[in-house]
């Protein structure tokens, strides 16, 4: 334990020629293993926030070779393993969980090495599991009547040895808590074993897998309080949908901005709530002190529904201007369909400029998405609208009075 400084905990676990360094370390929920077009076809969405990754170098057994990737031994041992802590691991975990098993030496039963490797790394690093997990390899050696093809006599082996398991005709790995099994693998080179031998091999592991609870116990009994200092943080904030504009920027700046400087992974959980992860406390003060910044209370508060206020042109776009009603505001866009009472194309077909001042009235907010409501349009009175006829001159202004020579002509 504390071998490593740049991980969050790990465990060397020895089993007499077997040794395995497990660590561990916490991401966010952003990195959960995402299931595939298949898997989600048969079993719906189902992301898991644990996993457990089994390395097993060539060095393990004094041997020189090659590092490629990730062959089927480890594939399966890894999986074992997986499944052995798996039921222990808490659902609602605020990380993601990496357990790392790397064997050292190898002589048989690493796969449950690294299930007792990984429950004391992992109550080491302050994840609450439900009960520590052991796990035990039971051989057996069976002397056969060939003619008859029945078993005579037969012995069951207890944390099998490399060359038991070589030699012997079964490897039965079992792995669980004290209450009950959550995992377990059998290997059996025989065409088949009477139900007996299995039952006695479940009770002997059960034996053993008691007396190794017993021994992890005094290294370490139940889970740590607090994680370490250097671990992970993780934050939820609230920002209403009239800020949230405002925290996200345009086009994510603000968001692109604060992870790149501080290191943090921003996910949003529902409309008003969003997930921050920070590397460390430091990390998660930086970006709490950038939230606040960002979305500190102004004189919105002070602005009134219906009201009219002077605003001022801070840019002129295509699609509208952008206004301003006070200085430390954020700008926001005043469409092209609530400048004027006219349709219009672009806002310098009205004359408005950079720098200049208007009159808007104020509508709140849209409850959609949070962005202010401000118009023009509703402060003008409406345009004159004219009728045409095909007389130019029997014309029709609507809102003018008629004139009596235009009645009596119409007569």
């Known amino acids: ?43 719906g969405i189902k992301d898991k926030n644990f996993m457990l990754h089994y390395e097993f170098p060539p060095y393990a057994t004094n041997e020189i070779g090659k590092v490629t990737g990730v ?48 429950t004391l790394a992992l109550m080491d690093a302050g994840v609450p599991i439900s009960s520590a997990v052991a796990g035990v390899a039971i051989g057996l050696v069976t002397k056969t009547n060939l003619e008859k093809g029945e078993i005579e006599d037969y012995r069951l082996l207890t944390d099998i040895l490399g060359i038991e398991d070589y030699n012997g005709d079964m490897d039965f790995k079992i792995a669980g808590t004290n209450k009950g099994i959550t995992a377990l693998q059998a290997d059996i080179k025989l065409p088949g074993i009477p139900i007996k031998i299995v039952m006695e091999a479940i009770q002997q592991a059960s034996v053993a897998k008691k007396e190794i609870l017993q021994i992890m116990n005094k290294t370490i009994s139940k889970p740590r309080a607090s994680r370490k200092a250097n671990g992970p943080v993780v934050e939820t904030v609230q920002v209403p949908l009239s800020k949230r504009a405002k925290f996200v920027g345009p086009g994510g700046y603000h968001l692109k901005k604060l992870q790149a400087q501080t290191g943090v992974t921003i996910s949003q959980v529902d409309e008003e709530t969003f997930s921050i992860f920070a590397p460390t406390p430091n990390a998660m003060h930086e970006a709490r002190d950038f939230i606040t910044e960002i979305c500190k209370d102004d004189q ?28 430390n505001m954020t ?81």
């Open 331 to 411: 700008a926001v866009l005043l469409h092209n369909t609530q400048l004027d009472q006219r349709k219009i194309k672009h806002p310098t077909a009205l004359g408005l400029e950079v720098g200049q001042e208007i009159q808007v009235k104020y509508f709140g907010r849209d409850p959609a998405d949070g962005r202010m409501r401000l118009s023009r349009k509703v402060l003008q009175s409406p345009a004159t609208t004219v009728v045409k006829t095909l007389n130019d001159r029997s014309s029709i202004v609507m809102g003018e009075p008629i004139s009596q020579s235009s009645s009596n002509s119409s007569r």
């Open 71 to 118: 062959n089927r031994r480890e594939l399966g041992h890894g999986a074992l393993a997986e499944k052995a802590l798996y039921p222990v691991i808490p659902r609602d975990f605020p990380f993601t969980i990496r357990i790392t098993s790397e064997v050292l030496e190898s002589n048989g039963s690493s796969s449950m090495a690294s299930a007792c490797g990984g």
């Open 300 to 327: 919105e508060q002070q602005l009134e529904f219906g009201a009219v206020y002077t605003a001022t042109i801070t840019e002129i776009r295509d699609t509208g201007v952008m206004v301003k009603l006070y200085p």
């Open 1 to 43: 334990m504390g071998l490593v400084s740049c991980v969050f905990v790990e465990y060397i676990w020895t089993l007499r020629m077997t040794h395995v360094l497990c660590t561990v370390t916490f991401d966010s929920l952003e990195s959960n293993i995402k299931s595939d077009q298949i898997i989600t076809a048969i079993n």
